[in-house]
């Protein structure tokens, strides 16, 4: 394997409600992240996985994830960006590729590992897995007033695993002045050019309560 990936988990999640990391919250009886790192490792490019945890959890997560892969577990920081330059930071620089993969999308299959890292492989700067958008789309003002509806036909989704080339994630990192919510959003700002390649149903980013009932039928279909 010529890729590293970089495993961002070290994130709350509010959103799920109350109770662990979102990373360690259960899926069919095993956390997430282990559904993540699992598939993760099934991808025959990827050489090295890495994965930034909670601060207080490094520990238990190096020990929860060693018998379904070899990784090496970080401390995440207080927004995503800073767990993906933690985990960035211990990848060696003969490691040509770079994929960051959000915990979150645990049930990203191996083979669109395969598909965005062979994009890079064949000359992209950077790669992101994307959707077509099924809702339409509205911009709406503070107070709730419809201003315009967006062209939903210009419109992606966007997922992870996304693929760089290292130099150009490294770059993208240490020139990102402010937040931002995905890798790709820093390359952008670089004004390098990003492409993208179809993205999965199976990717989809558990965020909200039903997104885990989602997530436990999508394990029922996984072929
Ligand atoms: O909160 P959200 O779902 O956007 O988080 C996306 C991914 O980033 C999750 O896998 C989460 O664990 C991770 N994250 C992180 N460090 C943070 C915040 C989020 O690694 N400080």
């Known amino acids: 394997g010529d890729v ?27 956390p997430l992240l ?4 699992r598939r993760t490792a099934a991808a025959p490019s990827v050489r090295m996985i890495v994965v930034a945890a909670p601060p207080a959890d490094v520990e238990a997560v190096h020990a929860l994830l060693s018998p379904v892969a070899p990784v090496v577990v970080v401390a995440g920081g207080a927004e995503r960006q ?5 985990a960035l930071a211990v990848v060696p ?4 590729i770079v994929l960051v993969h959000d ?3 645990c049930l990203a299959p ?6 965005v890292a062979a994009a890079v492989r064949a000359g992209a700067d950077a790669v992101i897995p994307a959707l077509p958008v099924v809702d339409t789309i509205k911009e709406v003002a503070a107070d709730g007033t419809v201003l315009g509806t967006v062209d939903r036909s210009v419109l992606r989704a966007v997922q992870t695993p996304q693929g760089f ?16 919510t995905d890798d790709a959003g820093a390359v952008e ?3 390098r050019p990003v492409i993208c390649v179809p993205g999965s149903d199976f990717a989809l980013k558990v965020t909200r309560p039903l997104d885990l009932a989602l997530a436990t039928h999508l394990l029922t279909l996984e072929s």
């Open 34 to 37: 282990v559904h993540a790192v």
């Open 93 to 96: 620089e003969d490691i040509g």
């Open 189 to 191: 700002k670089l004004g």
């Open 103 to 105: 915990a979150a999308r």
């Open 4 to 30: 590293a990936v970089v495993v961002p988990a070290a994130g709350a999640g509010v959103r799920l409600g109350p109770g662990a990391p979102k990373a360690l919250r259960l899926l069919d009886g095993e």
């Open 82 to 86: 800073d767990s993906v330059a933690a």
């Open 110 to 115: 191996a083979e669109l590992f395969e598909r």
């Open 165 to 180: 080339r290292a130099p150009v994630l490294r770059a993208a990192h240490a020139a990102a002045a402010d937040l931002h």
